[in-house]
């Protein structure tokens, strides 16, 4: 059977640096729904000190809660906290690499019915309800498969197919919606 779309990948450190940039953003990304739920907590202290009577108590807690998320804040923003620990990722990503693994090829097939991948090292099928997310970038699709594993996988990669038919095959064959992402 013919595959839908191909697409060669080369693991070098263009393709680390897209998995450590995206892994700060989902950082950032989860750094944003903590601050929504410490709002909704400050909120809830508020009420429960209104309707108790006891503001001291409310008011110390609450000043506890706003000062952690100042500090979170200040690390958050710093940006050279953020390329360093953009860097320590990369970093890490090319010590657990299997030796020779950087510079490997990988060519992944996209049938109707599945996924396949061939390399030096290892071949395999993927079924594509194991798909739980996908993520568009400008410059290629993060798919996490199981919530355990990102693929990446460069627009300029693919050997056949294109990258926004490819968007739309994913979306509608993964248990998780595709959406854009930054």
């Not at 709002?39 to 000190?49: R, Y």
């Given at each position: 059977?013919?595959?839908?779309?191909?697409?060669?990948?080369?693991?070098?450190?263009?393709?680390?640096?897209?998995?450590?940039?995206?892994?700060?953003?989902?950082?950032?990304?989860?750094?944003?729904?903590?601050?929504?739920?410490?709002?909704?907590?400050?909120?809830?202290?508020?009420?429960?000190?209104?309707?108790?009577?006891?503001?001291?108590?409310?008011?110390?807690?609450?000043?506890?809660?706003?000062?952690?998320?100042?500090?979170?804040?200040?690390?958050?923003?710093?940006?050279?906290?953020?390329?360093?620990?953009?860097?320590?990722?990369?970093?890490?990503?090319?010590?657990?690499?299997?030796?020779?693994?950087?510079?490997?090829?990988?060519?992944?097939?996209?049938?109707?019915?599945?996924?396949?991948?061939?390399?030096?090292?290892?071949?395999?099928?993927?079924?594509?309800?194991?798909?739980?997310?996908?993520?568009?970038?400008?410059?290629?699709?993060?798919?996490?498969?199981?919530k355990a594993r990102r693929l990446f996988f460069w627009k300029t990669a693919f050997?056949?197919?294109?990258?926004?038919?490819?968007?739309?095959?994913?979306?509608?064959?993964?248990?998780?919606?595709?959406?854009?992402?930054?």
């Amino acid at each position: 059977m013919e595959p839908l779309f191909c697409i060669r990948m080369v693991l070098d450190e263009s393709v680390l640096r897209e998995y450590a940039a995206r892994n700060m953003q989902a950082d950032r990304d989860g750094f944003k729904r903590m601050k929504f739920k410490l709002v909704g907590f400050l909120i809830a202290l508020l009420l429960i000190g209104i309707v108790t009577r006891d503001p001291g108590r409310t008011l110390l807690t609450g000043g506890v809660a706003v000062a952690a998320l100042a500090v979170l804040e200040r690390k958050q923003r710093s940006q050279k906290g953020r390329r360093e620990e953009f860097e320590r990722q990369v970093n890490w990503m090319k010590q657990h690499l299997v030796p020779g693994e950087l510079g490997s090829e990988t060519v992944y097939c996209f049938l109707e019915q599945e996924m396949t991948w061939d390399n030096e090292r290892s071949r395999g099928k993927l079924d594509y309800s194991l798909i739980q997310n996908v993520v568009e970038t400008e410059q290629g699709f993060f798919v996490t498969v199981e919530k355990a594993r990102r693929l990446f996988f460069w627009k300029t990669a693919f050997t056949s197919g294109d990258p926004q038919a490819f968007r739309e095959f994913l979306e509608q064959r993964s248990s998780g919606a595709a959406r854009l992402g930054k």
